[in-house]
């Protein structure tokens, strides 16, 4: 059973920074995909920024040039660097890992940005 945990949310002022962790229980290597999702309130979940094994990322328009995705695959993690934060960042963050044939979810981390 693989299991995702998402972690370094928190409430940060405009203009701040957090840095998201997302352990992964067991190798990353076997994931084809890992990637940042957020859900605001009322709104649906949608693609923060995805990272493929061969380090390939993809990013929504709204987090380009603020946020980064990596990953370290000696500790089994992937995070994501968020930079310059916006109150409209504010949602939770959820963690997910593809491989062909199934997906999984963490169970997300709130980050809030307000002054």
């Known amino acids: 059973q693989v299991q995702l945990v998402e972690s370094g949310g928190g409430l940060v002022q405009p203009g701040g920074s957090l840095r998201l962790s997302c352990a992964a229980s067991g190798s990353i290597f076997r994931f084809n995909v890992m990637g940042w999702y957020r859900q605001a309130p009322g709104k649906q979940r949608e693609l923060v920024a995805t990272i493929t094994h061969g380090n390939s990322t993809n990013y929504a328009d709204s987090v380009k040039g603020r946020f980064t995705i990596s990953r370290d695959n000696a500790k089994n993690t992937v995070y994501l660097q968020m930079n310059s934060l916006k109150p409209e960042d504010t949602a939770v963050y959820y963690c997910?890992?593809?491989?062909?044939?199934?997906?999984?979810w963490g169970q997300g981390t709130q980050v809030t940005v307000s002054s």
């Open positions: 997910d890992a593809r491989t062909t044939t199934y997906r999984y």
